[in-house]
């Protein structure tokens, strides 16, 4: 029995064309059947530091028997230089929140995740 918690976060790693820059962390969030992964806006710009990656790669557990097979799968950050994330805003503007679709044709088949709903927000 894989633990579920294990199976809702993943590890991001940001990249430059084939330049590994940083790593970091996300979730995956579902809504009415559109997967998401949501991470910190600071991972896929950070204009601060001049933080540009055009895309991610994420870590997905592909064995639901053997939590070790992973594979990583890749996610494009701007298609036409437009951003394909969401970001998070409040009163005060732009928050440290982002959401970027993902393409779950594209995914491998034998995906083994758990994603938080809109039942998990108070």
Request: aromatic fraction near 8%; charged fraction near 25%.
């Amino acid at each position: 029995m894989i633990e579920s918690l294990l199976l809702a976060v993943t590890r991001v790693s940001t990249f430059r064309q084939e330049t590994l820059l940083t790593n970091a962390t996300g979730f995956f969030f579902e809504r009415d059947d559109r997967l998401f992964l949501v991470t910190s806006r600071h991972v896929v710009l950070d204009e601060a530091t001049s933080h540009c990656p055009d895309h991610l790669e994420i870590e997905l557990h592909v064995d639901p028997e053997n939590v070790a097979v992973t594979t990583q799968y890749m996610v494009p950050l701007y298609r036409q230089d437009k951003p394909l994330w969401r970001e998070g805003t409040d009163a005060g503007g732009v928050i440290d929140v982002v959401a970027v679709e993902l393409e779950r044709p594209r995914l491998p088949e034998t995906i083994s995740l758990h994603a938080f709903t809109p039942a998990h927000l108070v």
